[in-house]
């Protein structure tokens, strides 16, 4: 069975083709936080795509949630983003 976490990446890629691209199941720290007991979890996402150049922010966070389309409904409860272009990460990663 493939996990949510991976969901997440296979439409990421498909939809942006990332330079770089992580994933993280943040579910466990949350265990006891309303949206864990309808099963929704919890994840973090660092997404470096030529496709957000000039973007804002907030239209950056929108392209990634309409990838995700369903998932956002039913198995992802919070979802931390971090949505790059690939000027700004190489000016984090040094």
Do not use: N, Q
Not at 26 to 48: D, F, M, N, P, R
Not at 58 to 65: L, M, N
Not at 80 to 86: G, I, Q
């Amino acid at each position: 069975m493939i996990s949510t976490a991976e969901k997440i990446e296979r439409r990421l890629r498909e939809r942006f083709a990332p330079a770089h691209l992580e994933i993280a199941d943040e579910s466990a720290k949350h265990v006891g936080h309303a949206g864990a007991a309808t099963g929704g979890g919890h994840y973090a996402c660092l997404i470096v795509a030529e496709g957000f150049r000039g973007r804002a922010a907030v239209e950056r966070h929108r392209a990634v949630y309409e990838a995700l389309g369903d998932l956002m409904k039913r198995e992802v409860h919070a979802l931390a983003l971090t949505t790059l272009d690939p000027e700004e990460w190489s000016r984090r990663v040094g």
